[in-house]
Nanobody, 122 residues
């Protein structure tokens, strides 16, 4: 069973960059769609990006297109979210999950971890 653990968050200034990591401590990572979500303070969780099992397709929320890049390394059972040109409204807890690609978004089916906090100061 896939079990994903996030890391890599931190505090950066506006315009800075971070790379988040999502590691499968279980098994089966190479067979699933992996996605990143985020939950800003006081708001609902929202879709950020997803990538198919063989990396042939990626999907992004409009708010992060051109700034964030999702990728994966199946041999390392690890997914990544490279975040560039960060803005204060990117501040959130970032979580990864696996699930079903539905159009331009992903429906998560796994359990949620604790996520990793990203804070962007102005």
């Amino acid at each position: 069973q896939v079990k994903l653990v996030e890391s890599g968050g931190g505090l950066v200034h506006t315009g800075g960059s971070l790379r988040l990591t999502c590691w499968d401590s279980g098994r089966g990572f190479e067979n699933v769609v992996v996605g990143w979500f985020r939950q800003p303070p006081g708001k609902e969780r929202e879709f950020v990006a997803s990538i198919t099992y063989n990396s042939d397709r990626t999907y992004y929320a409009d708010s992060v297109k051109g700034r964030f890049t999702i990728s994966r390394d199946n041999a390392r059972r690890t997914g990544y979210l490279q975040m560039n040109n960060l803005r204060p409204d990117d501040t959130a807890v970032y979580l990864c999950n696996y699930g079903l690609q539905t159009g331009a978004t992903m429906v998560p089916v796994g359990s949620w971890g604790q996520g990793t906090q990203v804070t962007v100061s102005s």
